[in-house]
């Protein structure tokens, strides 16, 4: 647009770091050894059918599907019955769960219940389920697309793919499953990135600071005195 880049600042959304804590309750598990997790609207851009074509080649695992409609409107929904098709073909239908729309006290144990969040959006704006994800100190495999190449630092706090490619995203996650050393200090290091760059209280001082630095750049104000 033309805009010179001294001219922008950036400031990013935040997250509740007590809220989305490494402690508390998780939410009860499967039958499967690993659990993976996408939450969010059930849309086509968010990724699901990916992951649903991924998990194919991820064993022992399954995967919760959080978000949409209510639960007892499930079955009617397009986009759930277009992803249960998909499990099906993929072979994965015992392994994928939909839970439908969820309330916003119960993400915190969904996160922490899972060994990998999935984030595999064709796009994505800014990408506050990562920064939720890595606040449970959970770690995240997520597209390599908008927000998500500042929120998720590969490999620091958990890979980024390239979006639309289920074998790259199954290849990432088995990766992580198979290394629980590496999963953990991805876990660390997210909660430590998410503490040190997104937490409210540091996404509210950067605001001030832009707006003290735009007050400071403007010509003072005008006084005219004089007679009544």
């Known amino acids: 647009m033309g805009v010179p880049a001294r001219h922008c600042t950036v400031v990013p959304c935040g997250v509740a770091v007590d809220r989305f804590t490494p402690h508390g309750p998780a939410a009860p598990r499967g039958e499967f050894p690993h659990r993976?997790?996408?939450?969010?609207?059930?849309?086509?851009?968010?990724?699901?059918?990916?992951?649903?074509a991924a998990l194919a080649r991820v064993p022992d695992a399954e995967l919760l599907v959080v978000g949409g409609p209510p639960p007892d409107r499930l079955d009617d929904d397009p986009e759930v019955r277009r992803l249960r098709d998909a499990a099906r073909a993929a072979g994965v239908a015992d392994r994928v769960r939909f839970t439908g729309?969820?309330?916003a006290d119960e993400v915190p144990a969904l996160l922490r219940s899972a060994d990998v969040v999935l984030c595999p959006a064709d796009y994505e704006p800014f990408g506050i389920v990562p920064l939720e994800a890595m606040g449970c100190g959970t770690p995240v495999v997520a597209s390599a697309v908008g927000g998500q190449l500042d929120t998720v630092a590969d490999p620091g706090t958990g890979r980024l793919v390239p979006p639309g490619d289920p074998e790259a995203l199954a290849g990432a996650v088995n990766a992580l499953l198979a290394d629980?050393?590496?999963r953990a200090a991805c876990a660390a290091a997210g909660r430590r990135r998410v503490l040190d760059r997104?937490?409210?209280?540091?996404?509210?001082a950067a605001t001030e600071d832009v707006y003290r630095d735009v007050l400071a750049r403007r010509p003072a104000?005008?006084?005219v005195t004089g007679a009544a």
């Open 180 to 182: 629980p050393a590496q």
């Open 36 to 52: 993976l997790l996408q939450i969010g609207r059930l849309v086509p851009r968010k990724g699901a059918a990916v992951s649903i």
């Open 101 to 103: 729309g969820v309330g």
């Open 198 to 204: 997104y937490g409210w209280d540091r996404v509210a």
């Open 221 to 223: 104000a005008a006084t």
